[in-house]
T-cell receptor, first 110, second 114 residues
Framework: GESVGLHLPTLSVQEGDNSIINCAYS??????FIWYKQESGKGPQFIID?????DKRQGQRVTVLLNKTVKHLSLQIAATQPGDSAVYFC?????????FGRGTSLIVHP | EAQVTQNPRYLITVTGKKLTVTCSQN?????MSWYRQDPGLGLRQIYY???????DKGDVPEGYKVSRKEKRNFPLILESPSPNQTSLYFC?????????????FGDGTRLSIL
């Protein structure tokens, strides 16, 4: 089955810096990738997604990069703000049962 | 407002006492699912439903039941809860019949089984 790993459980940054959160997956047949943000006491919220026919997708202050060769996914947050403090995790699809990573806790220092 | 609503938000109960966690969505989504979230582990899917009267097992279905009699509701049933089912549970929904769309999550139900 699919396995999804994240490289860092915690990432601390200064307000205004750019943040990069990484995710690795195992199944080369996976074709849908999504990033969620989870704030304390709340359910995950969709941030951005990308399909396997793309290698980059941009949203407002966020960019997702997909490297299918090494099975790696990253989320870049530009000009990180205190409100970005949360747990971020990726999810990998391709079947009816998505696989979620364990999450990186992003801490933004003012 | 588009939302997924779970009830209760918190529950402390005892081993063996049947309980139901309700989930309702107002977006007319076909796909609904239940997850549990445990420290150090990613979200793990318990059950999912592609549409009314269509349900299937996820990764960790043991000890749980679901039903999908109406499109908007997808209750999670623990017939005989045990302490290893103490966890944070999330219900989610998305359009289409698979999870390859952004899922909308409820705010979670924290269950403690003593």
């Amino acid at each position: 089955g699919e396995s999804v790993g994240l490289h860092l459980p915690t990432l601390s940054v200064q307000e205004g810096d750019n943040s990069i959160i990484n995710c690795a997956y195992s199944n080369s047949a996976s074709d849908y990738f999504i990033w969620y943000k989870q704030e304390s006491g709340k359910g995950p919220q969709f941030i951005i997604d990308i399909r396997s026919n793309m290698d980059k997708r941009q949203g407002q202050r966020v960019t997702v990069l997909l490297n299918k060769t090494v099975k790696h996914l990253s989320l870049q947050i530009a000009a990180t703000q205190p409100g970005d403090s949360a747990v971020y995790f990726c999810a990998v699809g391709g079947s009816y049962i998505p696989t979620f990573g364990r999450g990186t806790s992003l801490i933004v220092h003012p | 407002e588009a939302q997924v609503t779970q009830n209760p938000r918190y529950l402390i109960t005892v081993t063996g006492k049947k309980l139901t966690v309700t989930c309702s969505q107002n977006m007319n989504h076909e796909y609904m699912s239940w997850y549990r979230q445990d420290p150090g582990l990613g979200l793990r899917q318990i059950y999912y439903s592609m549409n009314v009267e269509v349900t299937d097992k996820g990764d960790v279905p043991e000890g749980y039941k679901v039903s999908r009699k109406e499109k908007r509701n997808f209750p999670l049933i623990l017939e005989s809860p045990s302490p290893n089912q103490t966890s944070l549970y999330f219900c989610a929904s998305s359009p289409g019949t698979g999870p390859n769309q952004p899922q909308h999550f409820g705010d979670g139900t924290r269950l403690s089984i003593l």
